[in-house]
């Protein structure tokens, strides 16, 4: 859903990406500072209690910072052909390690129900799986499916904003991403079937 709204902000930031670079960031090192942002909203997130709803806030900002060294560090490795596969391999697990801990520290804090965040934690990673195993048989999968990485975070990160007003948003911001998610993982299902039953006829 937001691929041409990325592919838009990935041109514009093409001048930080040659900040990066002269500051001697490899893609690798941002996406260790990235993952590293995410374990401090996973922390975050885990220390927040209703006396301390601001925390929530604090959450956001690491949670949004996270998802930008996760954009820049693929236009760097672009912009200056430092792409690797191992680099791609490095990124990926990074991400799906990222999504694990935050969802983890969401739950541990009590912020919501613990079925739907597991449910949260387990589409958000078979989500990324399934775009994997489809592209490994040869089927492009950008755009398929509604709750791609970028989305869901956008959707973490209003349910935190509100839930400073009102805890209970994140409880229900969880559960939309538990069904977004999962359903984003039948919409890849049904994709790959789809062409891969053409390429037979």
């Not at 960031?25 to 220390?47: K, M």
């Not at 996270?66 to 990074?94: H, K, M, N, P, W």
């Amino acid at each position: 859903m937001l691929t041409k709204l990325k592919q838009k902000i990935q041109q514009t930031l093409t001048g930080v990406a040659k900040i990066a670079h002269r500051l001697r960031f490899t893609p690798n090192r941002i996406s260790i500072v990235g993952f590293t942002l995410a374990l401090a909203t996973a922390i975050t997130y885990a220390l927040t209690t209703t006396e301390q709803p601001w925390l929530l806030i604090l959450a956001v900002v690491f949670l949004l910072t996270s998802g930008f060294c996760d954009t820049l560090d693929g236009i760097v490795a672009r912009t200056f052909e430092q792409t690797t596969v191992f680099g791609g391999f490095f990124d990926s697990v990074l991400d799906r390690y990222a999504d694990a801990v935050v969802y983890t520290g969401i739950i541990i804090a009590g912020l919501c129900n613990p079925i739907w965040g597991l449910a949260a934690l387990t589409g958000s990673v078979l989500v990324s799986y399934s775009r994997a195993r489809a592209e490994a048989a040869g089927v492009k999968m950008e755009s398929v499916g509604f709750a791609e990485r970028a989305e869901r975070m956008l959707i973490l990160a209003v349910a935190s904003m509100v839930a400073f007003w009102w805890l209970e948003a994140l409880n229900y911001g969880i559960i939309v991403l538990a069904v977004v998610s999962n359903l984003t993982v039948i919409q890849r299902a049904l994709h790959v079937y789809r062409e891969l039953k053409k390429e037979k006829q």
